[in-house]
């Protein structure tokens, strides 16, 4: 297995509220991914990033920001969390070069915003 | 992005081989064919990926037809195990800033495997 983790893995918040969610590698790949999954959208990329404090906005990146601070670390923010971002959301790592290295994906976090 | 087609589900009986199509009639030289699964309550997994020649791994093979417009990924004896949503993806090898290296997830085939 990848090592990938996220956390937390469930979180349960009100809307309004600030949210963190951490991706943490411990490969040491330079590309990392923000995605979230819906019923009838599949995975949508949110964030991602090609370095150090070197990152990029996806396909729908409206409400989210994030940082990378250290390689290992990915964090995606939800600065007012909304109920429309109640959602699964992965974090994955490319391997070697990222336009078509293989992308490992951790367990995901289900985020509830009520 | 170049589109891919796949049926929306398909049934199989365990430890019996299973074929699952792909089209991608407008994929340019340059796109890899990949395939992802994920198996429920779980991020998605890498299963196989190629280019224009039959790949085959631990997991699976990959057959693509000759002019690349379709692919079949084949689990050779499928188990319980295999239950999951194969996602067919193609990525672009040409590199560049407007690419981001993102994967483009459609529907999927959800695979049932029945004992």
């Known amino acids: 297995d990848a090592g990938i983790t996220q956390s937390p893995r469930h979180k349960v918040t009100e809307t309004g509220t600030p949210v963190t969610l951490r991706c943490h590698q411990t490969?040491?790949?330079?590309?990392m991914y923000w995605y979230r999954q819906d019923p009838g959208h599949g995975l949508r990329l949110i964030h991602y990033?090609?370095?150090?404090?070197?990152?990029d906005k996806g396909e729908v990146s409206d409400g989210y920001s994030v940082s990378r601070s250290k390689t290992e670390d990915f964090l995606l923010t939800l600065e007012s969390a909304t109920s429309s971002q109640t959602s699964v959301y992965f974090c994955?790592?490319?391997?070697?070069?990222?336009?078509?290295?293989?992308?490992?994906f951790g367990p995901g976090t289900r985020l509830l915003v009520l | 992005d170049a589109k891919t087609t796949q049926p929306n589900s398909m049934e199989s009986n365990e430890e019996e081989p299973v074929h699952l199509p792909c089209n991608h009639s407008?994929?340019?030289?340059?796109?890899?064919i990949h395939w992802y699964r994920q198996l429920p309550s779980q991020g998605p997994e890498y299963v196989i990926h190629?280019?224009?020649s039959n790949v085959n791994n631990r997991m699976a093979s990959l057959a693509i037809a000759e002019d690349r417009k379709s692919s079949t990924l084949i689990l050779h004896r499928a188990t319980l195990r295999d239950a999951a949503v194969y996602y067919c993806?193609?990525?672009?090898?040409?590199?560049?800033?407007?690419?981001?290296?993102?994967?483009?997830f459609g529907q999927g085939t959800t695979l049932q495997v029945k004992p």
């Open positions: 994955a790592i490319s391997e070697g070069d990222y336009f078509v290295g293989t992308q490992y």
């Open positions: 490969e040491n790949h330079r590309y």
């Open positions: 990033s090609y370095g150090v404090k070197d990152t």
């Open positions: 407008t994929i340019s030289g340059t796109d890899y």
């Open positions: 190629g280019l224009t």
């Open positions: 993806i193609l990525r672009d090898a040409r590199g560049g800033s407007s690419n981001t290296g993102k994967l483009i």
